[in-house]
């Protein structure tokens, strides 16, 4: 029997780890414990626990940059992951891709988590509110264009201000991608130097209007030197979006 050395032990089981195909795309859910983000690095460690077991997790910069909430100690989840060994340690672990709240009570506390932070750093105050021109030539509309949203845009507009010129600027208003289609959308229209933009899409559920809950598109609004109306869903929809525009209307 060949005598290992702990590199080589540690080296074997982290290989057959790797190996292991259903270990290499999980979908774990658990408690997070043991929280700690470090912020020069961007990395995010902490436990994952249930009633009878713990396992450590970490997640790196590059995916902890997407999470639309900021984790705490006692937030319930759902991560993906793959499962490896760290080698110097030899402890077994969990590396975060993604990680999701686990609940809508979770999901509501998220938000509201966000929208806190937000209104402590001044982005919904009424100061800082942009006066929307009274009679604009150049109005940006940022949203789906196949979407009833911009329909509805065209027609109010030919029939109330025939005068102003309406640039389109199309972008996902759902999914993956939309967060990052929807602030490219902004700078796009903020260098055609227009006088007003609309940003909005039609009503839906919450988690179809979760872009517009997003820190990222939030901010992009609060940074836009043109004024922004949001045009959100509905009545009773409500976004951060909302919040952080310089004028609120219903689509």
Not at 192 to 217: K, P
Not at 235 to 248: C, K
């Amino acid at each position: 029997m060949a005598v290992l050395s702990v590199t080589q032990l540690n080296r074997y089981v982290g290989y057959r780890l790797k190996e292991e195909r259903a270990l290499q795309n999980v979908l774990v859910r658990g408690e997070i414990t043991n929280f700690t983000a470090y912020y020069r690095s961007g990395h995010l460690y902490f436990t994952l626990k249930d009633a009878e077991a713990c396992v450590k997790a970490v997640m790196f910069r590059g995916s902890a940059q997407r999470l639309r909430f900021q984790p705490a100690d006692g937030m319930r989840v759902i991560v993906a992951a793959s499962a490896v060994l760290y080698e110097k340690e030899g402890s077994f672990q969990l590396n975060v891709t993604d990680m999701q709240p686990d609940g809508a009570g979770v999901q509501a506390a998220a938000l509201e988590q966000l929208k806190k932070k937000l209104t402590d750093q001044g982005v919904f105050d009424a100061a800082a509110k942009r006066p929307i021109p009274v009679m604009p030539q150049r109005i940006g509309v940022i949203t789906s264009d196949v979407g009833a949203a911009l329909q509805d845009v065209r027609n109010v507009i030919s029939r109330r201000y025939p005068v102003g010129h309406l640039l389109v600027y199309p972008a996902q208003v759902q999914g993956d991608a939309a967060v990052q289609s929807i602030c490219s959308a902004i700078a796009a229209a903020q260098a055609d130097r227009c006088d007003v933009l609309i940003v909005g899409r039609g009503g839906g559920s919450a988690e179809n209007l979760q872009a517009f809950n997003t820190e990222q598109v939030v901010m992009a609004i609060y940074h836009c030197t043109i004024p922004i109306v949001s045009a959100v869903g509905h009545e009773t929809d409500w976004t951060l979006a909302d919040a952080a525009a310089d004028l609120r209307a219903p689509t």
